[in-house]
């Protein structure tokens, strides 16, 4: 009988051949059960059910297993074998029981505790729904889902594996999710185990000057975004608004003019109503657009669904530096066609920044010194929260390690559980490299560049809340120092348990053509992976995590989140829910310490910084400083120290007050560049009328009127001359650095992913 299923897909949401002779198997081992050998009748019965089959799928159908035993049950039923269909049944049940206690007892053994918030994001975004919108599926069943699905790759390179060796690497990945130890990112969290299967967060799409070329791009974009990812594109091939067009004798209308239409489409697609699709859009600094670029943001709503990005050269930075000109370069000819003054466009993009956070700076020759491929082409573009650099076609899933659950107490003290660290670092490697087999791709162009490159994107978050838990500011020297050594060594495990999976499954496919290739010398690197870690904001899994958001300070120790979900009101427009957030560890202390009351709480909920606030002790306003409190420069400091190890790029948002000036962020810009940063985003604060963190009381007294020059009146701190107790704060921080406590929140401003 000819069989027009090509392929099935298994219970773990692999996509396999379909094979007739297992149906004929799983019928035999059931007419034995009930005392029968009969291979004649099961292959009967077999080509029954396959009859079914092809009855009520076609070519394109991809069955799930569960719909084919069903099938299988009711030709046995018809068949008249009712005791072969009995015996058939309880099979399958015994091996949903036996793997049902099996979680029963992870579930029992490890307590996952979620605050009030993580359930709403949860149930509005990953739990399992029914028809009607009621949530089918616990925290730890979706974990257990998630963890199934994506220890299933094993079976890629060990189909023999036995069931418990294979269920051993299951609750490996289970405990270190149920335990919020490390998360991956949203879209693995929502589609692992499930119809769509696609769980990479980020790609990007080549824009190239043709028409089709363009709008195959955006019907891309918009089966990327149904899937949960989100895109990056650099339109710098775009030839210039007003040039001719051979083709239909008109004129070009520009890059900004199609960006509008990616932004359409995504505006359409609300990503299985989970959350909004976001964009990353790039112009390189040389294209002769660059001005409309820059400014094609200025009003607030306008290409909602794009954060941008200016391109920025070396050639650029050391114009500006010397005060010169450079040229514009049409992308069709590659020629010179003008120059423009470079201090002039560095001061319309600080000075639109400040206006309201946009445009971004990527450098990209930073980014492409570190680029592991370069025989491949250069990256030309990053996801949209600009931590995920990658090639036209490529994409990357990413997960996080949460800080927080490596503190472990010591006397009187809290220190790092390195080994714990080391574990998790493994263990995350492990899962994420799995996933790359797991996904289900959008393109066959994404899945070829993915898997020859197989980039993973392991980062971190909690290391605010870890610091507070060290007693180390935010803003000081010791912070910079534990930031260093944490990369540093999650960069290290990274690569070693990259080597230690490429002795078990191979090297990445494009390793010969890679950095890493270098023959004849011991430097050779043989890893799994061609980069292996990423800071992303982790803007909702920090909420199920119940941490703070990446590398980010606290925007305030209390505040609003409003957290979109992509169900329109009446109006079309995304809801967003309000989500309150309150600091548990500033709580803990301020009970503990004895100064907690329920009027500070709400001044310190109106307020959101404690460092204007009478009754709280000096060294506790130290160690809890907020984005509002922390200097520009601080900010910078903390986002290169960790760059120093990380592969990719790190995703921080350098806070200003309302009252900061232009000025505050060209120097920003500057000190960026030169600590070797790889992009930098600057939001201030109240600049637009719709933020994703917000606190209490609009943080505008002092406003500046003069957005040319420096606030004279910004506060001090003056608790910064005082000596901090030696009693609660770290011994190498008896003497803290000075620091201007006047620059808050941060999270990529439309980047909730």
Known sequence: ???????????????????????????????????????????????????????????????????????????????????TAKAYILY????????????????????????????????????????????????????????????????????????????MIEEKFYRMMASLEFLPNSPTLMNAGGALQQLSACFVLPVE?????????????????????????????????????????GIASG????????????????????????????????????LDFIVCKDKEGMLPNFNISVAVSDKFMEALENNGKYDLINPKNNQSVGKLDATEVFDLITKHAWN????????????NRDNPTPKFGPIESTNPCAEQPLLPFESCNLGSINLTK???????????????????????????????DMNHYPLPAIEIMTKGNRKIGLGLMGFADMLIKLSIPYDSDR?????????????????????????????????????????????????????????????????????????????????????????????????????VEVNPLFEEIAKKRGFYDSNLMKEVAEKGSVQDIKGIPVDVKRIFVTSLDIAPEWHIKIQAAFQKYVDNAVSKTINFPFSAAVEDVKKS??????????????????????????????????????????????????????IIPEKIIDPELKNPEPYMPDLPPGSCPTCTI
Not at 137 to 152: G, H, L, Y
Request: glycine share 6%.
């Open 1 to 83: 009988m000819v069989n027009k299923i090509i392929k099935i897909k298994k219970r773990d949401g692999r996509i396999v051949p379909f094979n007739k002779s297992k149906i004929t198997n799983a019928i035999y081992k059931a007419v034995r059960v009930v005392g029968r050998k009969n291979g004649k009748l099961s292959r009967r019965l077999c080509d029954q059910a396959v009859a079914v089959l092809n009855e009520r799928f076609t070519e394109k159908d991809i069955p799930m297993v569960e719909e084919i035993q069903d099938i299988v049950e009711e030709v046995l039923i018809k068949a008249g074998e009712s005791q």
């Open 92 to 167: 399958r049940q015994k091996r949903k029981e036996i793997r049902e206690a099996k979680y029963f007892l992870l579930a029992q053994d490890i307590k996952t505790t979620l605050s009030e918030n993580a359930l709403k994001v949860l149930e509005a975004r990953y739990l399992r729904k029914d028809a009607n919108g009621k949530v089918q599926e616990t925290p730890q069943k979706m974990f257990q889902r998630v963890a199934s699905n994506i220890a299933a790759a094993e079976k890629i390179y060990n189909p023999k594996i036995s069931d418990d060796a294979l269920f």
């Open 209 to 249: 000057d043709d028409m089709a070329s363009i709008f195959e791009a955006v019907k891309n974009t918009a089966l990327i975004h149904q899937t949960g990812g989100g895109t990056g594109f650099n339109f710098s091939r775009l030839r210039p608004k007003g040039s001719p067009v051979k083709s239909t004798q």
């Open 255 to 290: 890059p900004i003019s199609f960006m509008t239409v990616f932004d359409a489409a995504t505006n359409v697609v609300k990503q299985g109503g989970k959350r909004r699709g976001a964009n990353m859009g790039i112009l390189r600094i040389d294209h002769p657009d660059i």
């Open 356 to 367: 309201n956070g946009e445009p971004g700076i990527i450098f990209i020759d930073n980014i």
């Open 406 to 436: 490596v503190i472990i107490k010591k006397a009187n003290s809290r220190k790092i559980n390195w080994n714990k660290l080391k574990r998790i670092i493994h263990d995350a490697v492990h899962f994420l490299d799995n996933v790359i």
């Open 479 to 579: 912070a910079l120092r534990i930031a260093e050594e944490i990369m540093g060594f999650i960069q290290k495990e990274a690569k070693e348990a990259s080597a230690a999976i490429a002795v078990k499954r191979g090297l990445f496919p494009n390793f010969r053509d890679s950095v890493y290739d270098v023959s004849g010398t011991m430097n050779t690197v043989k890893v799994r992976n061609a980069t292996v870690t990423t800071i992303a904001p982790t803007g909702t899994i920090a909420v199920i995590a119940g941490c703070s958001s990446g590398i980010e300070p606290h925007f305030a120790l209390a505040y609003t989140r409003i957290s979109y979900i992509a169900q329109n009101d009446n109006n079309g427009a995304d809801k967003g829910v309000e989500l």
């Open 669 to 722: 810009y500057l000190l960026a560049y030169k600590s070797g940063c790889k992009g930098v985003t600057i939001y201030r604060n109240e600049s637009r009328k719709q933020q994703v963190l917000n606190i209490g009381k609009k943080y505008k007294e002092g406003e500046n009127k003069n957005p040319e020059k420096p606030d004279s009146k910004k506060p001090v701190n003056e608790a910064s001359q005082e």
